[in-house]
């Protein structure tokens, strides 16, 4: 990276240094929330650009979700002139109540997003002390040294922006998540002459997704599936069980429309997808016809080809629509032979076991049951390799820094700009954490600040760190063993029998042998011990019954002794 | 299904019931073991089909490995004539030690079958008391009323065989696993001709493999991927690491065969991956030319240029070689810049989280990683739906039981059938432990046998059941507290402050209030009872401290109480 500073930069006014660093995100970098400072002399000024969750892998037991380290950002917090979220979805919303518990600044986003993020706001008691201002794709808002230009992207939810940021050292672009849709459900395509704009005024960063960086070609528009939904809605033979992402608005749309073309009525099923719908219509973002809507008791008056029902659970999830439809746990409906069952999504990596075995109970219980890749029912939100190289192309920054993406996804990203002729040391492929520093010609990457992110679990944010789920890990492999034991005060002799117990560890009632021989263990040490005390002799019979249940049965289970002398 | 049984089956000499019962699979039907039974009169005579293992899903914590639950067998082994291997794979071998604990009968395999077979029946000290008797593709041999056929299919490890099987009541025809591959790595294409000669003789039943149900098109041949190996020996600017499965001898070929073109030493790492190529070179199926071979410090006295590695690890798992090189873990080498990784592997669904972890590890250590989809360097083994149904066609069952695969792609398999021609009735989609029974021109599908499968844990076979996984997955989730409190005899007071200890659950250090209130509630609980035992005190305290944690934390660690009396 180059590291000068030159003269001309302070000639533009930007003689101080712009800072962006990407917080949090599971090796997604930058995915969740990204902060941007501008330092100049005395002044400091920065804004966050979302403030989303992300969702824990499938060896992060007991973590119901992870929010970004925003240390960094606390350090800052008088420095904050802004939040800014670029969509509505929850890897970009999700954490608002824990970042606006701490900041005091308003909170920026168009009318769809501000209305997610009201519900949110209100259930962490928040809503009242946050000032929340709606803007619109094509606005402009100053934020201290920051002028943000709004412009309309397409992805998987409406009403997206990306941004166009004009600092003090130059204009930075961020595109949000975006996929380049000629055909949006709702008819509005992605702002390419604000792109190409910014391009004439000249880019000096472009920040930019990568989520697709592996996917070759061009990721197909979001009407490519209507064929696919049109067939199904002609020839199901019975009712059809519609499931989706519950903020997949366009895609419920699009059900919708086909739904009116063969009157079909349609029941909701799951508080997200009626919250999300419910919202959706009143602000404007989804039409459903009159007729089409009824209720449960209704839609078991109906004959089955008269009905459809748009449910969540498209992720496995046992507790959502289709888990519990698959498990015969549904409180209003029972899968029947007949029943037409489209999943309308596709598993997210790590989710695929669970996803698969709630097709295969579907199917058991009699469903037919389609998914890709049987039919082409669903699309992805994000720009596939052609896309991002249209996007460096319309936007021909200086310097590229790939974002929203596992490390192998900038990578592939970088290549592309380098293919694109932008050079490799002008490109950034940094993890989350990494302060990136810009003059008006030059881009330094400095340290990574201290931070990682923090699990959520249960109501407590952050107690629970990699000792305790290293803890987990031990005991949901190979369970515990409890041992208490009495011993003569006097003679140290054992008292009685000790009792044994066992967790997750073998099945006690076959398990009689091991535990004679556990219990002939504790003797023997207790026997060949005298003149210490109870912790010591604790601590020696926790190490032989350890050595024992390792080699009688290769496992290695938590062994916790109790010694009492009486 | 058609219950008739007619006299023309009496007529043809099959005036008994043949039985087929696919066994074990995690829901794979018929994968890793079937069993084939004739039942006439006094008569009763079974041989078993491939006996593998499978692989734990990811909620299967601490499962090691899963093998088929063979209880119907155990109580038929006076009948088995003959255990048939159809390839060398796992998850159809790797139960061969704990199913020839039980049976006294041959095992028939093909020579690199066998040579597999015998490490694991030696490891378990069963290789002299086994008959093992190598066949190969064109030979036919009889046990019992069943005359086997062995005919050539190509798949990803060589020297596969499907099965004719002669039965009195008619011809059974069994794919193994297979795809259809032109242009095979070894140049032995399947055997078309001996399937349309079966055809011509009339099948009664066709058991094939469904595991790419679900995949448009032609599986490609082996050959497809070796432009793509081509482009990289031709173009890496230092080391090549290839990781592949072990037992996948033709790719090791084909990376040989390349890397020959291109003067490139090979140093093969990792337990598996020097068994299986030593293995197969002995045996005929591997050739490399004798100056390729070279030993580490040979590799590291040699220009990057002039190396490549051979190992193993493509499913992310950290103790193999390509997970070891990508911590820093590995005792020989060490990724550097210049590296080129090249993955020739598909993720197992489950595993794609650990994978895609390796392949980001891999390249913040400054290696260029190649996988698919960036590049095609990996291909199925298994017939997409056009070589399904060319199976089909050329086999021309009057019954199909689809086979290999879950619920979803069996399903898909037998809509396949119905569109060629099959009737519904005369195809059996059923999952393990299902009995279907034939005749000479019936099908019934029959109860279903008691079984599942049994988990194999360390150096245990069968004593981790569903409630020792549950007890796993509480503790996995939310941890532990184990309370030991000491109440004095007569007044039953408290005496001393109670040890509370906790593991996965809260980071402790951090939890001093929420201990202090267990405390807390712990005095109360005692000072508000008294003349109860110290056991029911101590339920007393369990429910009392569980109702505590939950209140507090939203989490329901399992709390453990001791209460003695001093």
Known sequence: MSKTRSKQADARGGDGILRV??????????????????????????????????????????????IPDFNYIMDRLDTIRGVIITHGHEDHTGAIAHVMQHVDAPVYGTLLTRGLLEVKLESAGLLDRTELVTIK???????????????????????????????PVGLVVHTGDYKFDHNPVDGWPPDYAKLAEFSQRGVLALFADSTNATVPGWTPSESEIEPAFDHIFRNAPGRIIVATFASLISRVQQVVNVAERYGRRMVVQGYSMVENIRMAERLGYLKIPD???????????????????????????????????????HRNFEIEPGDTVLMSSHPIPGNEEMVYRTINKLIQRGAEVIYDPLASVHVSGHAAQEEMKLMINLVRPKFLVPIHGELRMLHQHAKMGQE??????????????????????????????????VYVDGAIVGDVGPAVLRERE??????????????????????????????????????????NGAQARIEQVISQTDNISTRALGRNLQDALERYFYAETKRRPMVFVFVHAV
């Open 291 to 329: 007729w089409m809507p009824i209720t449960v008791s209704e839609a078991k008056e109906l004959s089955p080809r008269e009905v459809f029902i748009m449910t969540t659970g498209t992720q496995g999830e046992p507790l959502a629509g289709l888990g519990r439809l698959s498990t015969g746990q």
């Open 474 to 515: 031990i005991l949901g492999r190979d369970g515990l063993v409890i041992v208490d034991v009495l011993v003569d005060s006097d003679t140290r002799k054992i008292v009685g029998e000790p009792e044994i117990i066992s967790r997750g560890f073998v099945f006690m009632r076959d398990a009689q042998p091991l535990m």
């Open 21 to 66: 660093v990407p917080l949090g995100g599971l090796g997604e970098v930058g995915k969740n929330m990204m902060i941007m400072e501008y330092v100049s002399g005395n002044s400091h000024d920065s804004i966050i650009i979302d403030a989303g969750i992300m969702f824990p892998e499938n060896d992060m037991l007991g973590i119901d979700y992870i």
């Open 420 to 453: 694109l002729g932008i050079p490799r040391e002008n490109i950034a492929v940094v993890e989350n954490g990494y302060v990136l520093e810009f003059t008006a010609d030059s881009m330094t990457i400095g340290e990574r600040v201290p931070g990682g992110y």
């Open 137 to 167: 794709a094509g606005d402009t808002i100053q934020l201290g040294p920051f002028q943000i230009e709004f412009f309309h992207v397409t992805h998987s939810i409406p009403d997206c922006v990306g941004l166009g940021i004009t600092t």
